[in-house]
């Protein structure tokens, strides 16, 4: 098993940054990617970022291209969020998810952890 916590929501202005943290514990070395999704108020949940462990390499949705920057802390079991010039369409519960590879962790991951709020007001 593997488990994630994230930290680091929070109610922000538009324009504004938060950065998301999310601590993976457990069984990690069954999980060679990580990522974040996020659901908004009565929409399906939605894939935003991932990363592959081994080489770092970073997928996005189209909407947070430019925007949001995810990285990682190999040491530490880490992965992060770094949210730039947020829109009120950002305003979600964002959620750490890990699996065995990319393909996974993009559609259905098999690791979640519990969410955290994001809130941007206009």
């Known amino acids: 098993q593997v488990q994630l916590v994230e930290s680091g929501g929070g109610l922000v202005q538009a324009g504004g940054s938060l950065r998301l943290s999310c601590a993976a514990s457990?069984?990690?070395?069954?999980?060679?990617?990580m990522g974040w999704f996020r659901q908004a108020p009565g929409k399906e949940r939605e894939f935003v970022a991932a990363?592959?462990?081994?080489?770092?390499?970073?997928f996005y949705q189209d909407s947070v291209k430019g925007r949001f920057t995810i990285s990682r802390d190999n040491a530490k079991n880490m992965v992060y969020l770094q949210m730039n010039r947020l829109k009120p369409e950002d305003t979600a519960v964002y959620y750490c998810?890990?699996?065995?590879?990319?393909?996974?962790?993009?559609?259905?991951?098999?690791?979640w952890g519990q969410g955290t709020q994001v809130t941007v007001s206009s």
């Open positions: 998810a890990a699996d065995r590879t990319i393909v996974a962790v993009t559609t259905t991951p098999k690791y």
């Open positions: 990363i592959r462990w081994s080489d770092g390499s970073t």
């Open positions: 457990g069984r990690t070395f069954s999980s060679n990617a």
